[in-house]
């Protein structure tokens, strides 16, 4: 049994100097064989396997992160939270996950520090106006809390805002998810690993999945830079790997993978209390609770596996950032980073069975997968469990691309985060 | 007394020139040439700010850019900066400084009570806490924000603005200490053009601080001769006050030079910073090395600073910043700030020296002039509260991991501590180039280089001032040589060649206490992060140095790192039992130091953030009063609203008269792409779904081009112009799009077609005129066009003379009725609409703007791409499937027989009439065809159009329903807030549906 966290039992370690705390997870080496391996100990990949333990009694399972968990998109993301997506299936997916979120730093005992501050997304142009209305229709009659507000509205939730936007992008007005804000990237990632660990699943960092074993059509184990695992089916969750390990398996994904950029000023006293994102200009803010502006920007115009950003693109959205708020234009820029993001045609996820049996996809999150995580991981773990796609995933097969049933967010949201 | 701690001689200040400031509200004085921390030092001031998490008193810590503690807000109001290090502002008459992070003041701050239940905030108690109730976060974050941040952000918009500049430099060298200048003056003697960048105001770099002799001079005066040699050579750039920060693909250098941040009166019309983007043949890395802190029991108060921070405020600022010092030190070289304390009049207490056997050439010297060295010992604990006041000194054991004896005691307010150096190895990194840990100067230094660079110096972890000189002219003249200049070897300088070892690495000093069990033990200064909770990451299995640093925060801070990454390796490493180099390093990240967001923009802001587009006939609509609408780039006139009237009276009277008698527009900004060379009338078969082989010059043709995926992505007009030549439309915010997209086929997939296209948007005005009096006006208007509807019929184009000059008129119609779009020379622009205005003035002629232009189409049932469509719609879907060859192939056309493609219960195009005539639907609004008490309700669909028609006397819509195209005449509902609208289905073409008007 994990020691539960709480006031009292840092208390009571406080004591004795913080030296009794277990670990949070074990770092055990790989076993010969388990029922499920995970490749990819990012937030979507820990979330399965958790579930799989969970939910299903499958806890013959391994994790396996070529880096430290965590280390993927999932702890580079900028962390925005929000259900109102445009299209039914979308809604489905993120709005089963938001619920997830709502509970989850009770559900894992560790603060994730899920905060519901807010989400806006502002539009900029008629054309905007129109999607986001018709976004907010839509997500009003999915039962998804999704409201418009007017330009002094927005001046209210973000005083420090330029509405006249010189002109150029004034504020028309946006959606606001009150329900939709923020979360601590690595607590989510620890969280599901230290549950996932509790309940019998092996997490193996520093491990690289190499290539798979195939017989018959069918997968029965996994290639690593420790050896060979066998494993009776195998969930792959790569993110921007994605294209990689499919092509390890010999068939090919409708993906392209492309470094999207973040970066945090240095810290300030709160002046942003909520989330605002401009879709029209690519510059999305918060503001962290150590007090740092975090700061997204659009992707990268080529295809890469580099976890960096491109130059011209920090200096496209730092300039919408001093548009949109001129008095920005003194603070400094402390940190900028990249992550390499898989982004299918239509901006939507894969959560599949793949030609291999026995061997099943969850990626093509894009720029967006964050707020997914426990939704994502969740009907995974059904998906793989009982062979088939969970309800909520079924849309987003592989299938799709053949014939055309895509789940086109592009309208709804430039870069979908 | 004014500057009390400043020495009678000597530093490089300008004893002329004083200068006023204040700090926290009292006045102090400084010199020309001191830094902010300088300053204060002299005044004896030495608490200066307060730590992110305890609160704790921190003092000066540093001379550098690697500043932990010393963290200042600077200027009021709009100008105000925040989180600046006092190491690094340069001092200005009137300057006014304040700490951050203290309440209510810096004396006595509340905040530090953490400090008293430190035990219950180990690292990451976060995660393990505030979870009770769930729903009481809000509450206790609202309580943690307002703990959060540092300085201020300014509230009102920034009064300055920024520049940036392109530079190409055969050779540039990032820093301009000794190897530096020494790189820079051996490409510069080749005739390379070279670049030289130092983040200070006065090049020289370690040798203004240190007291070297180069050939026979003091070095600061070799590097002035340096500097002159290089200011008489026009090939070199240098830039002072110029932070190289980022280190990008393809040898992209970024470079921030600060111009007028150290200035008192700040030009109004120079900008405060400038952003250099370097294209480098070849760099040259001379960044130097930033010492190392020692690790021990509360090692943070103020007065404790790194030991060449100590030298520099000595020699190079004349200030001495304290009366009684120790020293802590693991190596030889720090002797030498010893030394030049004591030469300046300081007490040293003692010299504490990690070393068991300490040796070496400085520490001879310091035992020649009378210095008590303490080989073996530690300083176990430290006292004093906004000052140290006093350290306890102890023997320790032979492996150094506990006390060997009685502590005594040591009064001192200073204690000048080196760890060691660490080579700033940052741009190295951020270049991929790779790092490799060098175990005799326990530190990482550059390995292998990835891109056209070469370290030198310092930042090489090369140490003694002769190797470095030597190093720095080999680099230069390497840079040089591979940049292609021949190079002549020159003879190296010479110099005395002292290095900081020999050494002891011990990266924990023990105390009487186990770590953790008493007194903080700080690695990372800003953040509060300790041994402690460096450990007890590790031992709750935080393991990897990501998740070290993530879970402690350990490197976070404003300084990322600087000095703290490699301690706390260290501490990693001793603690795990695991040598550093398999522990790897945390990814060095640009910048460099924290740059300014507003020089990112440069002058991409305001009417420069995006470019705004204006048709020749702008000025004539701004006039007439029109409101505009932003389309693409383009300023659209949106509706031109006369005396009371508000958008919808105006549109309702535009509409009216453009069915009614004349109204005319700007279309200008239509995307216009000229398409020649034999193999064009194919090409265009293969981007449009319809077929062109059999357009004939002068005739005109309505085109659909789709995308990959089958969707539609842009439609309009093309023009045969003659053999092979055609004038291709699309839509305004589409060109260029469109643009991009066609090249993109003929570059990649189709080389084999000869097709040339040049984007000709800007070259044409256009005025469409429509309504049925459009001829008549024509007609009266050129003598060379036959208007004669036979001579010239619907989609065709003429050519000839309109209002005196050359046009080209084409007979096409985007709002249903009789219409011609007038195209003229840009410039002639102007003069057409003028013309057109007077000479229709007496059919009444109604300029209208887009919104008119949205009513009258859609009472048509065209479609705009990007309203009616959104990415997800094929013609299919919009009834327009008998613009589909089946004859040939076209983009999108294999994805049209994807099976999804022919569901019967795919979202198509309908028009929909409100059952309340008054009523206008909103756009956007979803319709379904089942109401429901509450939601989840089942879409059908949504509306695209919706607008009140005078012409049709009622309120209509367009709109996306399942199935629509068989459900004309059944019912929809739209359930809006409060009320449910019902509608009917209809056909999308309310007007004139047999298009004899059109074709009139
Ligand atoms: C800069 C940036 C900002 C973003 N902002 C947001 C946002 O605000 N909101 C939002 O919802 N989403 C956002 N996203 C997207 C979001 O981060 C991702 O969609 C999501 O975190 C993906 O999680 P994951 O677990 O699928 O992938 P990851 O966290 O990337 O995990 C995949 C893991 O697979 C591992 N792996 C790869 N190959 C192998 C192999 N061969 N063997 C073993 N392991 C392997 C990787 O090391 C990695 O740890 C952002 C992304 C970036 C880069």
Partial sequence: MKARYSIFSLARNALSSHENWPQAWRSPEPKKEYDVVIVGGGGHGLVTAYYLAKEHGITNVAVIEKGWLGGGNTGRNTTIVRSNYMWDESAALYEHSLKLWENMTKELNFNVMFSQRGVLNLAHTLNEVRITKRRIHANRL???????????????????????????????????????????????????????????????????????????????GVRTSKGAIKAKKVGVVVAGHAGVLANMAGFKLPIN???????????????????VMAGAVHAYISQSDKGELVIGAGTDAYNSYAQWGSNPVTEDTLAAICELYPLFRRMRMMRQWGGVVDTCPDASPIISTTPVKGLYFNCGWGTGGFKATPGSGHIFADTVANDRPHPIAEPFSLERFKTGFLIDEHAAAGVAH | MAQRYRLDKGGRIDRDRPVDFTFNGRAYQGYAGDTLGSALLANGVHLVGRSFKYHRPRGIFSAGAEEANALVQVGEGAATLADLKATQVELYEGLSARS??????????????????????????????????????PMYERFIRKAAGLGEAPLEPDPDFYDKRYAHADVLVAGAGPAGLAAALA???????????????????????????VDGKPGSDWAAEAERELRANENVRILPRSVVFGYYDHNWIDILENLSDHLANKPADAPRQRMWKVRANQVVLATGAIERPLVFRDNDRPGIMLASAARSYVNRWAVRPGESAV???????????????????????????????????????????????????????????????????????????????????????????????????HLHSQSRGKLRFDAELATFVPDRAVQAERSAGACNGTFGLADVLGEGFAAGEAAAEAAGFSVEKAPRPQAGNGKFLPARWLWLTPSSKPVGHGGKHFVDFQNDVTAADLQLALREGYTSVEHVKRYTTTGMGTDQGKTSNVNALGVVSEFRGVPIEELGVTTFRPPYTPVTFGAWGGRDVGDLFDPIRRTPMHSWHARAGAEFENVGMWKRPWYYPKAGEGMHEAVQRESKAARESLGILDATTLGRIDIQGPDSAEFLNRVYTNGWKTLKPGAIRYGLMLGEDGMVMDDGVTACLGENHYLMHTTSGGAAEVLAHLEEYLQTEWPELQVYLTTVTEQYATAAIAGPNARKLLAELTDDIDVDPDAFPFMSWREGTVAGVWARVMRISFSGDLSFEINV??????????TLMNAGEKYNITPYGTETMHVLRAEKGFIIVGQETDGTVT??????????????????????????????????????????????????????????????????????SSYMSPNLGRGFALALVKGGLHKHGQKVYAPMPGKTIACTVTSPVFFDPEGERLRA
């Fill in chain 1, 257 to 275: 993978s492309r470094p999207l950029q973040a970066l945090v000023s240095e810290p300030v006293k709160p002046c942003v209390h909520c989330v």
């Fill in chain 2, 187 to 213: 490409a510069a003697r080749s005739g390379a053009r070279v670049i030289l960048a130092d983040e200070q105001h006065e090049l020289g770099g370690s040798l203004l601080s240190g007291r070297d002799e």
């Fill in chain 2, 825 to 834: 020379e840009a410039h002639n622009g102007l003069h057409l609409w003028q």
């Fill in chain 2, 875 to 944: 013609p299919v879907d919009l009834g327009m499937e008998k613009l589909c060859s089946t004859k040939k192939d076209f983009i999108g056309k294999r994805s049209l027989s994807r099976p999804d493609m022919q569901d019967p219960n795919r979202k198509q195009f309908v028009g929909l009439l409100p059952d309340d005539p008054n009523e206008v639907l909103e756009e956007g609004a979803q319709l379904v065809e089942t109401v429901k008490s509450q939601p989840p309700m089942d879409m059908v669909g949504h509306v695209t």
């Fill in chain 2, 100 to 137: 951050v992070n203290c309440y209510p003041s810096l004396d006595f701050d509340i905040g530090e009570v953490n400090s008293l239940a430190s035990k219950l905030f180990p690292a990451g108690f976060y995660y393990k806490t505030f979870m009770w109730p769930q729903a009481g976060w």
């Fill in chain 1, 142 to 220: 999915n039962g998804i809390d999704s409201e418009w507000v007017e330009p002094e509205q927005v001046k209210e939730w973000v005083p420090i805002i330029d509405l006249r936007g010189n002109g150029r992008y004034p504020v028309l007005g946006g959606s606001l998810q009150r329900r939709g804000g923020t979360a601590r990237h690595d607590a989510v990632a620890w969280g599901y690993a230290r549950a996932a660990d509790a309940l019998g699943v092996d997490i193996i960092q520093q491990c690289a999945v190499e290539g798979f074993d195939i017989e018959d059509g069918r997968v029965t």
């Fill in chain 2, 327 to 425: 020293l802590f030190t693991n190596n030889d070289g720090a002797y030498a700030a010893a030394l030049d304390m004591k030469a300046a009049g300081i007490k040293i207490a003692a010299a504490v020296d990690l070393r068991a056997e300490a040796e070496g050439e400085l520490t001879q010297a310091a035992r020649d002039a009378g210095i008590e060295v303490l080989a073996g010992h530690g300083i176990a604990a430290t006292e004093g509260h906004k000052r140290v006041r006093r350290v306890k000194v102890a023997p320790l054991s032979a492996d150094g991991r506990s006390l060997a004896g009685e502590a005594r005691t040591l009064n001192c307010d200073l204690v000048a501590m080196s760890g060691g150096w660490n080579p700033t190895v």
